[in-house]
């Protein structure tokens, strides 16, 4: 990697740490109304409608915001006010959607698993036999509150068998594990620019089947979130609805350019399962294990179950980690303590090693014996 800035690398899941050509292309200002911007928008939608394989049948709707603005938006959109959405729910991002959903007023059913045990395929499915009310699934992919990864293909597949729509929340595994819009039934895909596409954060994109957005007009209960009036306006002018992100939008453009070059879908997944790896292996070495099962971890982020030793604690550990310069994440489980480790971003196997070392080197400094004296 071509890291040649001394800000600390970010082992989070967004956001991440971004190439130097990543950064460099915001320097520039661009108008909202100028040809020029206007296609480097529209050449991102299509990049990203191809990186899922829907060019036959999906668009690509940018919104600004974070993540979560666009979670908010599909739902907002593609559920009507009579809807009734199921919500696999294993993690903090699945009660995100809960959440949302309540806001909405949009009813929602939860369907609970435990946070180390992906969504149940035969579950889901019988949940929706039982009730016909329900109209759409709202799924995570890869549930960044514990790096769990849920079956979306078979899911995807009995939710189709169901007749139902599916909402996807694939903002951590978007462009690093593969989505084939072409062989899984999936009506809209919701992710972000700050994610695995490793450009910086300020806009987030749902792709979504063209029939089910033409069909969703008046659905949402907001103008600012309300993607079939975005995607109109932008089919009619080219141009952003409202002020559009700018140095956000060259910047995933240029990120895109990378994620090419690196050769694309298999080559990130690849990278980011190659840190996981090492990141595990490493981790373990020093005494640290992971929560979850091998089986059903995802290669985005990994939750470590933190040192038992009364001399840890987590506020000083990172700080410690920090003045090494690496970010840690915080665990999001309210049972178990933990930390996270991200896998992504513009990070190497050599980028890992070194964060093993810093942590290996923290611990010891704290006191905080590291043989045996882990939960797991
Ligand atoms: C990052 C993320 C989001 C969006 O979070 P923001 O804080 O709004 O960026 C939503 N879902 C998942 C699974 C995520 O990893």
């Known amino acids: 990697m071509n890291q040649i800035d001394r800000d600390p690398l970010l082992l989070t899941p967004g956001p991440l740490t971004t190439s130097l050509r990543t950064k460099q292309a915001m320097l520039h200002d661009w108008g909202s109304w100028d040809a ?47 809807g009734k959405v199921l919500v696999p729910n294993n993690g903090a991002y699945c009660a995100r959607i809960l959440k949302i959903l309540g806001y909405l007023g949009r009813q929602a059913v939860e369907l609970p698993f435990a946070e180390d ?68 039934p999936i009506t809209a895909l919701v992710a972000a620019s700050g994610k695995c596409l490793e450009g ?17 007009a008046g659905n949402c209960h907001s103008l600012a979130m309300d993607l079939h009036d975005q995607w109109q306006y932008m089919q009619k002018t080219t141009q952003w609805r409202f002020t559009p992100p700018t140095h956000v939008v060259v910047a995933l453009h240029e990120a895109l350019a990378q994620y090419t070059e690196e050769g694309g879908l298999a080559a990130r997944g690849g990278r980011y399962a190659a840190n996981c790896r ?13 929560f979850l099962d091998p ?56 980028d890992v090693a070194k964060v093993v070392h810093a942590v290996g080197a923290t611990l010891r400094e704290m006191g905080v014996s590291i043989t045996a004296a882990v939960h797991g």
């Open 36 to 82: 020029a911007f206007n296609r480097i928008t529209g050449e991102v939608c299509r990049q990203l409608v191809a990186i899922a394989h829907g060019e036959a049948s999906h668009v690509c709707v940018p919104l600004q915001g974070s993540g979560t603005f666009s979670v908010e938006a599909a739902l907002g959109t593609l559920v009507p006010k009579g």
């Open 117 to 184: 045990c992906p969504a149940d395929p035969s579950a889901i499915e019988a949940a929706l036999a039982a009730d016909p009310a329900i109209t759409h699934v709202a799924q995570v992919h890869c549930e960044t509150g514990t790096g769990i990864l849920n079956p979306l293909a078979e899911i995807a597949a009995a939710v189709a068998r169901q007749g139902r729509e599916l909402i996807v929340d694939a903002m951590s595994s978007f462009a690093a594990l593969d989505i084939d819009l072409r062989s899984t």
């Open 200 to 216: 910086v954060p300020g806009m987030g994109f749902v792709i979504v089947r063209r029939s089910a957005l033409e069909a969703a």
């Open 278 to 290: 090492a990141l595990v292996k490493g981790m373990r070495s020093l005494g640290l294990e992971p």
């Open 295 to 350: 089986a059903v971890q995802g290669p985005i982020i990994v939750t470590f179950h933190a040192p038992a030793s009364p001399a840890y604690d987590f506020k000083t550990f990172y700080a410690k980690v920090r003045d090494k310069g690496f970010i840690l994440y915080p665990g999001k489980l309210t049972q178990v303590e933990t930390f996270r480790v991200g896998c992504i971003g513009a990070l190497d196997t050599h």
